[in-house]
């Protein structure tokens, strides 16, 4: 079995010594949830099963209170709500975000918070973000005090919010977001979240509780909203009041074979964060360290593969490594029409890709999806595999943005269970592919391709050639369809 430090960030390597939590933990058992319906029906599932005592930590970029998490409900306020007035300890990090107007969600994440504190648990609209940033993290922990081999935590790319509730078949969520016309009505909408059990499960509550105790208020980047907020204060009612926390349960036991390292992305701020002074760009740092060990596959989705300065690491990749393929799956058009928005989207991702496609012009594969009524699927997942060895999903994209701006959380899943099938050491070094990494393609590529879901036809994706052929052949015949009149 190779190190883990080959693959994994050392303590040292993720260059912030203001953090206490470990490099990466081993014994965890990740579970990739494909799709938000199937996410939010795990989360209905787990949250209900919460008892008074117990801990529910979230963050989010927005969250919608009225969004409906199955179809006959509960929404995500009914189902945090819910759980408040049961005893459960509540709290969460809200993005402040700026103005509806500019599509970005202030009124929903403030209705979500007011849902919440009126049950009795504590939202804290956070503002501490670099100018013009954002809190792009998205997950949620769930601690059952005194039965810590029931802790589970959810990460990754899905907000509690409209849209986000599609599946396989890609008809859009019922509760749509406001987008491109090109996605209809109900767009629809690809994304990953991950299920974690472990060790890792402290590790969130951790990355949690040093955001929620930072000193620094909540309204540090925005005057108005202070004043705002002094005068609910006032009230008797504040979005900035971060209540103490009760005291941290210990980690979960071991109870799997994933190595699951926490990446994360905190800019350098004035006043810093105690836990990150100098910021942390752990996420950048994890996946050169990953890419830089790939042989024959990279494959990703992403949202947005829009910077020339990311894209230079795929770029040094493939000069370096001749037999590598990287396959990218992205959205078709971006999520707003518009100058502004745009435009400069296809700009940056015309550049991203130029730059790679100069270093291996046949050896860059870009896609995107689209279901079985022709309506492109909008892809939010952000997830990347490493020769079948290493496997991230988290909420950061391929660009600067993400990798230096914006908080974010990735979830980096080294599987130490072997995989048999043949190729069975696809990168060469010796690594062997492993289990995790190898599913989580395999499953994405079944639902792209339309291939049966039990594996029963994989014959041709396994291989990183024989996929790469697969895929092509498969956009080949698709645009074919097209041409002929979608006939």
Known sequence: MTDPEDWLLTGAERGNPDTVIPAWTAGNLAEPLVHGAAYFDRLVTAV???TAGDHLLFTDWRGDPDELLRDEGPTVGELFADAARRGVCVRGLIWRSHWDGLSFSKEENASLDEAIEEAGGVVVLDQRVRRLGSHHQKFVVLRHVGRPEADVAFAGGIDLCHSRRDDA??????QPQSMSSAYGERPPWHDVQLQLRGPVVGVLDTVFRERWDDPTSPDSENPVAWVHDKVLAIRGRSHMDPTPLPEQPPPPPECGPHHVQTLRTYPK???SFDFARQGERSVARGYTKAIRRARRLIYLEDQYLWSREVAQLFATALEENPELHLVVVVPRVPDQEGAVSERPQYVGRHQALETCRRAGPDRVHVFDL?????TPVYVH???CVVDDV???VGSDNFNRRSWTHDSELSSGVLDTTLDTREPRD?????????????DLRLELAREHLDRAVDGSEDDDLVDPELFVAAVERAAAELQAWHDRGRV
């Open 390 to 392: 290493w496997a991230s």
């Open 370 to 374: 689209e279901n079985h009524e022709g």
């Open 269 to 271: 701020v004035l006043p």
């Open 48 to 50: 209900q099963g919460l």
């Open 381 to 383: 997942a952000k997830v």
């Open 426 to 438: 696809p990168g060469g070094h010796g690594d062997g592919a492993r289990t995790f990494a190898r």
């Open 169 to 174: 078949e890609h008809r859009g969520d019922p």
